[in-house]
């Protein structure tokens, strides 16, 4: 409907003469062709998006409606219900704010480390870039595995304490990459040379020419990371026993994959307990899901820049 | 894909330096003026290097217990030498052969069947003209790649759950009754797949279509000239065009075709579908943590990482050789 809507407006805005010429143009195997093109996308786009409004109607719905089978795309017998239990969950509350945590931290100690480590690999004369950058590489193509990297969080004394969900992953040889070829492509040498002149130090060049020409390719990667530590549970499942330090992912795999009970639910009934725990999985999904989906607009342009950036040629 | 771009330097101080025996000792001048020079840039690479070197290489150092038995007592390099017998373990261990077949089987099925989408996504974004329109498809399917695997799996499992998902209702209405997509072993691998394409298939078409907006356009004039339609047009200029984008996709695919994530499999794992959820990565995280056998997943995990990186050195030269198209 509403595409619709929007494809009428938009032939409108067109000036009328380039429309009519381009349509005479056009054979009939192609008009044909045409509308094969969008009956597809229009269905790749449903396919997408329908699950998720589904998931965001049924949050919204009355236990009974949603274990009933009643809800499709629209809230049947709206209620807030599976919000209120979603959020009033400590478990949930306290994933939460670790998440938060171990985004804005991981995110801001692996930005320093990345922009730390490339834009000296990016500087043509420096001495030894050449091997330092295949060694980086390299562990792109080989690691040591799950277990030697699990006994290096053990002999360091991490285990179980917020770092494990910082340090192991905090670099990321692809981040490192695209920020190289970034400060290779658009920091001009002229403005080093300039500022050589007027006798900077590497440091300050850095510091106050490089970096504020860099903000594009920092927000990128900054992005980039924010969303991984956002998403991550597979850190946490290993390294993390005690429950206070569990980050949203692994309290949700607990809760909506492993069905885990939480707790004050004991006074309802059997039946009802049940599938009020049904409605708050898609009242969960929900709430995780929207900060992500909120800064995903602005994510995805930059995304795209980071992917392109990231591939140079291929 | 990647390129760290040695040459220009090195060739332009080759043209001045004059060959000859005193080669050495420039190229130990030239090491010192660097650290004279950039001593400030080598202090901030410590860190990350570091970063590097304890995260990275020492996990590769302690792989070493894969060729002992290892005991917390006496630590990764003081316990006894057992030569390969915790990969004989392995290979004799009647798990072997279902392990590789399921980690094979479900690799290769990703990545043929998801490799094409994007490219049709993409390829057929292209063709449209409205704006919003293309925006539209562009934003959506674009989305899920940022929503957690967590999430996306639990979606699934809604979805799909006999008793209230939105399957159930479907097959039913269809008079196939209920069928346990979840319980069921031989849905598995399907499960995992369209999941797959579902959350990815936006993301990775972003790809083809910077290679699709970089063609000359010089190329669509001659195709109009010779009276290409638009679908002849796709198959003469656009397809040749991302074809080197899309041979290196296909083999970074390839060549990480057993390094498949533990992630997504471990999550869609239940007691029900093991037989074939269970592969390498998801048995090593269970040997090695749940049972404690550390040597034992390490070795396994060395086997699995060590095919990877045959699997990838073959498929990239292959590709080079052929199509001229590789990774460096």
Redesign the interface.
Same mark, same amino acid.
């Given at each position: 409907m509403n595409?619709k809507a929007?494809?009428v407006r938009?032939?409108k805005r067109r000036p009328r003469g380039v429309r009519r010429a381009t349509q005479i143009k056009d054979?009939m195997?192609?008009r044909v062709?045409?509308v094969g093109?969008?009956v597809?996308?229009s269905t790749?786009?449903l396919?997408?998006?329908l699950?998720?409004v589904?998931?965001v109607a049924s949050s919204f719905s009355s236990p009974l409606a949603?274990?009933s089978?009643r809800v499709t795309f629209w809230p049947v017998d709206f209620t807030l219900e599976g919000y209120q239990r979603a959020l009033g969950d400590s478990q949930i509350l306290s994933g939460f704010v670790n998440s938060l945590i171990y985004t804005t931290a991981g995110t801001t100690i692996s930005l320093a480390?990345?922009v730390?480590?490339a834009?000296?690999?990016s500087?043509?004369?420096?001495?030894?870039r050449?091997p330092?950058?295949l060694?980086?590489?390299f562990?792109m193509?080989?690691?040591?595995?799950?277990?030697?990297?699990?006994?290096?969080v053990q002999q360091?004394g991490i285990l179980d304490t917020r770092w494990a969900m910082l340090?192991?992953?905090?670099?990321g040889v692809w981040q490192v990459?695209i920020a190289?070829v970034f400060f +290779?492509s658009s920091i001009p040498e002229e403005l080093y040379e300039a500022a050589q002149l007027d006798g900077a130090?590497?440091?300050r060049f850095?510091w106050s020419t490089v970096l504020p020409l860099s903000k594009p390719l920092l927000a990128v990667i900054a992005l980039m990371y924010a969303?991984f530590q956002?998403?991550?549970?597979?850190d946490a499942l290993?390294y993390l026993r005690d429950p206070d330090l569990y980050p949203l992912?692994l309290v949700? +795999?607990n809760v909506?994959?492993l069905n885990q009970a939480t707790p004050g639910m004991d006074a309802t009934a059997q039946i009802e307990r049940q599938q009020l725990a049904?409605l708050m999985?898609?009242s969960l999904?929900v709430v995780?899901?929207v900060p992500?989906?909120i800064v995903?607009?602005f994510?995805?342009r930059y995304?795209?820049k980071g992917?392109?950036l990231?591939?140079?040629?291929? | 894909m990647v390129i760290i771009d040695d040459a220009p330097a090195d060739q332009s101080t080759r043209a001045i330096v004059a060959p000859g025996p005193r080669r050495s000792s420039r190229g130990v001048r030239a090491m010192s003026r660097s650290f004279r020079r950039h001593w400030q840039l080598y202090l901030l690479m410590i860190v990350p290097l570091a970063y590097f070197a304890i995260f990275k290489y020492v996990p590769m150092a302690n792989a070493i217990i894969a060729f002992k038995d290892y005991n917390v007592v006496d630590g990764v390099w003081g316990s006894p030498w057992v030569g390969f017998e915790q990969f004989e373990r392995f290979f004799t261990n009647p798990v072997f052969w279902t392990l590789l077949k399921n980690t094979f089987l479900l690799s290769a099925y990703v990545v043929l069947v998801s490799f094409p989408f994007p490219i049709i996504l993409a390829l057929a974004l292209n063709e449209v003209r409205l704006r919003f329109f293309q925006r539209t498809v562009q934003m959506v399917t674009y989305a899920p790649y940022f929503i957690s695997t967590v999430v996306v799996i639990s979606m699934t499992i809604l979805f799909l759950s006999p008793k209230l998902g939105l399957m159930g209702h479907v097959t039913s209405f269809f008079g196939l009754g209920s069928i346990d997509f979840l319980g069921d072993p031989d849905y598995f691998r399907h499960i995992y797949v369209i999941s797959d394409i579902w959350q990815t298939m936006g993301y990775s078409a972003v790809i083809y279509m910077a290679a699709l907006s970089s063609i000359d356009p010089s190329l669509y004039e001659a195709a109009k000239v010779d009276g290409a339609n638009r679908f002849q047009k796709i198959l003469a200029v656009d397809l040749p065009g991302i074809m080197p984008t899309a041979m290196t996709v296909l083999i970074l695919a390839v060549g990480n075709v057993m390094a498949i994530g533990f992630e997504k499999a471990f999550l869609l794992q239940n007691s029900l579908n093991l037989s074939q959820s269970e592969i390498i990565p998801t048995y090593v995280y269970k040997v090695g943590l749940l049972n404690a056998d550390f040597s034992q997943a390490a070795a396994i995990g060395l086997f699995n990482g060590g095919i990877n990186l045959v699997l990838l050195l073959v498929v990239h030269y292959t590709s080079k050789r052929l199509t001229g198209t590789g990774l460096w």
């Open positions: 595409d929007e494809r938009n032939t054979p195997v192609d062709f045409m093109v969008y597809l996308l790749f786009l396919i997408v998006l699950p998720l589904y998931i949603v274990s089978g480390l990345t730390a480590v834009y000296p690999l500087r043509r004369d420096l001495w030894g050449g330092v950058s060694a980086i590489i562990t193509l080989f690691a040591g595995g799950i277990i030697p990297t699990y006994l290096v360091l340090l192991p992953q905090a670099v990459i190289i +290779r130090s590497d440091l850095l969303i956002w998403n991550s549970y597979f290993l992912q949700l +795999r909506l994959i049904d999985k898609y999904i995780s899901t992500i989906m995903y607009p994510v995805a995304f795209n992917i392109m990231g591939a140079v040629k291929g | -």
